[in-house]
């Protein structure tokens, strides 16, 4: 997802689903590396983004800052469409 999907042109979605978050009072997303596959020269990145107990998604580029960033924004389009899953 684009930076503008998230709601603000400004923002990246790691920094929109945190200000998104800390809006609500919630506690922060965690990132963690789930794997790392392919050559040195050619690896692909995959990451989870969780947010809270029931908000879990995944994100998989070429460089783990584009994976978090792809999962953030992933996070961010769940929460927007279901505030109870923060619960």
Known sequence: A??????????????????????????????????????DHQQSFEVM??????????GVAMSRRIAEQIAAAAALEKLKKCLFCLK
């Open 49 to 58: 983004c969780s947010v809270g107990p029931h908000i879990k998604t995944q």
């Open 2 to 39: 684009l930076p503008e999907q998230c709601g603000d042109l400004q923002k990246d979605p790691k920094s929109a689903l945190q200000e998104w978050l800390q809006a609500r009072q919630q506690p922060l997303p965690l990132y963690e590396l789930i794997g790392v596959t392919g050559p």
